[in-house]
């Protein structure tokens, strides 16, 4: 199914798969679709998450403590796609991605029903191997666009993108916040110049308020490290305790 | 296993590349301040001002040129080849890394930042970076893994009274690498106002070619120098391999002389196994790793290794793209030496010569004392001497049981 953002608001959830394993993710995953997740960003552990603030950190250590694959990743996707029709996404640092060899990425993520890539540390000029790889497969290409991007970068950023594009909505690493920053709307206003996809916000989402504030301006606000420390904080009922925060997150509308 | 690839397409024209290697894989956050450095860069580059005053600075604060030692009783102790050492160690802080730092603060001055960020590993690159900021009167915070601030411990009290706020990293393997994660993340958050002093020729495009170029003129210097002593180029040039800042700058100058063989030493440790070493080019493989494409030791999956090192300056799992661009062309080899040879090259060039080298180029001497034996009299072997050991007295205590004399 095509990613597709219909709701006001309409959430993005993120889980680092295999955290804390990857049965509960599963479970986690299938809660937040049925809690009225758009989108899932299915997050391949990293040893060095250099764009990732202490929670998502802490969640990648626990994944790898027990060896989360991306090939563990796609075969998750596999058994959720069996089950919905949500919006999947791979969300993954580059270098495992090169490892397994971005063709045969490609083609495993692409049977397993997974719409779209988002590698962290891609840019776009870096890419033109791995846009080859994924259109080959029909698989979405999402980058990032930060506050910091010039209008000439989100030019080119929009143009490399498929699905959607992601706006960080501040300068920093991924992390819940108590306010959302100003930067990320004069960010989606800019791009909204050069492309017509739809645009998700994310970066310091944790609150129904944000998303609301966040629907105002984009098409989705993408929430991380809040669902990541509820799944932290709530051992043995990690999917419930999400799919309960999700729908405080939706409670209120714009 | 299948060859990892990036960017299979030949384009080592392209800035930033080295064959296939190099490159900027950064968040986009980071892209646009790349840029601005890049620029900066390219017009300080081709400035006769700037140039001037990094001159005058190389010369009146940080110590160049650094000598070039004939090693005799090394080189008779030894029996074959002729050994010269390149002196960086008795350089202003102790090591070649104050090079690269008075450049980059110079470049920082031009470009309006007060803040500067580094990460470092056995301390020379955080103490040669409090050094400079201090110098410029720039803010200075540097990451270090709390492992290596525990046998550096002399390099962070250095830190702090030169002014610097050192930030204990205590993820991952608590080394160099994690130093460098979290660097990127004050980076990435702080980037408007802040300059990441990058230590080696490592990360995203322009680092590797800036911070080469920050240090080449050991490679020029040695090369008139010895031009001048023997009338000819040396054999071989021999320099310890971290991220490969001492090696590249002293191959740079000599790459377009074929003849002269270059070889880096990599970080042997106390084993052949994946997590006992820091030799990329055993064991290693290309992927991603902190802003660029390199050799990386990692499992089947992509995740990074833990590397280990007697000398926390060589501990880390990747090197710069330069390198295993040379590699792959084989105009340089690469050769592991292993902790117990670093240490016993330590004490024999202590003994031979009177100088104590830091372990990481104690790999360098270590690789010399094996090959020089093998070579004609009439053979030059070059030998960095990056750093001087003050910094790892506490290991060479610790290891090292010395028989009294």
């Known amino acids: 199914m095509p990613l597709s953002f219909a709701k006001k608001p309409s959430l993005v959830a993120y889980v680092t798969c295999g955290d804390p394993d990857l049965a509960t993710t599963r479970d986690i995953i299938l809660a937040a679709i049925r809690a009225g997740a758009a989108v899932i960003e299915l997050g391949v552990p990293f040893s060095d998450p250099l764009a990732d603030g202490p929670v998502i950190q802490r969640a990648s250590e626990r994944a790898l403590r027990h060896h989360t694959s991306l090939e563990d990743v796609i075969a998750l996707a596999r058994e959720i796609r069996r089950q919905s029709d949500v919006g999947l996404i791979i969300f993954s640092y580059l270098n495992p991605l090169v490892r397994m060899g971005l063709g045969k990425f490609a083609a495993a993520a692409k049977e397993a029903g997974v719409d779209g890539v988002l590698a962290t540390d891609l840019p776009v000029e870096e890419a033109e191997e791995y846009l080859a790889e994924m259109r080959k497969h029909g698989l979405a290409t999402i980058f990032l666009a930060a506050p910091t991007s010039t209008d000439t970068r989100l030019k080119l950023i929009a143009r490399a993108s498929t699905g959607f594009v992601y706006v960080v909505s501040r300068t920093g690493v991924t992390g819940e916040r108590q306010q959302m920053p100003q930067d990320a709307k004069s960010v989606v206003q800019r791009l909204r110049k050069y492309t017509k996809l739809p645009i998700a916000v994310g970066f310091g989402i944790s609150t129904a308020e944000h998303t609301a504030a966040v629907s105002q301006y984009a098409d989705a606000a993408v929430v991380g490290s809040a669902i990541v420390h509820t799944i932290e904080r709530n051992p043995g009922k990690e999917a419930e305790s999400v799919a309960k925060f999700i729908n405080q997150l939706l409670a209120v509308g714009p | ?405």
């Open chain 2, 1 to 405: 296993m299948a060859t990892a690839s990036v960017a299979k397409s030949r384009n080592s024209k392209k800035p930033g590349r080295f064959g296939v290697y190099g490159g900027r894989y950064v968040p986009e956050t980071l892209m646009a301040a790349l840029e601005e450095l890049e620029r900066a860069y390219e017009k300080a580059k081709k400035d006769r001002k700037f140039q001037q005053r990094l001159q005058h600075l190389l010369r009146t604060y940080v110590g160049r040129p650094t000598p070039l030692t004939f090693a005799g009783r090394l080189t008779q102790k030894l029996g074959g080849a002729k050994i010269y050492l390149k002196r960086e160690d008795l350089l202003h802080t102790g090591a070649h890394k104050i090079n690269n730092c008075i450049g980059q603060a110079l470049l920082v001055e031009r470009m309006g930042k007060t803040r500067v960020i580094a990460e470092t590993g056995a301390g020379q690159h955080g103490v040669a970076t409090a050094t400079v900021c201090a110098l410029f009167g720039f803010e200075c915070v540097v990451y270090m893994g709390t492992e290596d601030m525990r046998r550096q411990e002399l390099n962070v009290f250095r830190m702090r009274l030169l002014g610097a706020e050192v930030r204990g990293v205590d993820s991952g393997s608590k080394t160099l690498k994690d130093a460098i994660n979290e660097a990127m993340r004050d980076w990435v958050t702080n980037v408007r106002t802040t300059h990441y002093l990058l230590g080696s020729v490592l990360g995203a495009h322009p680092y590797p070619t800036m911070v080469r170029d920050f240090h080449k003129i050991i490679g020029q210097e040695a090369k008139a120098q010895l031009r001048k002593a023997e009338g000819k180029l040396p054999t071989a040039i021999i320099a310890c391999v971290g991220g490969g800042s001492n090696s590249i700058g002293i191959f740079h100058e000599f790459i377009k002389d074929k003849k002269v063989q270059l070889i880096g030493v990599e970080a042997g440790g106390r084993g052949e196994k994946l997590g006992e070493h820091a030799a990329r080019f055993r064991g290693g493989s290309p992927g991603v790793l902190q802003g660029t494409h390199s050799y990386v030791l990692q499992d089947d999956h992509g995740q990074i290794a833990l590397t280990h090192s007697v000398s926390a300056g060589l501990d880390y799992p990747s090197i710069g793209p330069e390198h295993a661009w040379l590699h792959d062309i084989n105009r340089a080899e690469y050769v592991p030496a292993s902790d117990a040879e670093a240490l016993a090259a330590t004490s024999l060039l202590a003994r031979t010569e009177g100088i104590i080298p830091a372990l990481e180029s104690a790999h360098a001497v270590a690789e010399a004392i094996k090959r020089a034996p093998k070579m004609r009299k009439s053979e030059i072997l070059l030998v960095n001497v990056s750093g001087r050991g003050d910094k790892d007295i506490g290991i060479m205590r610790e290891n090292l049981k010395l028989d009294g004399k």
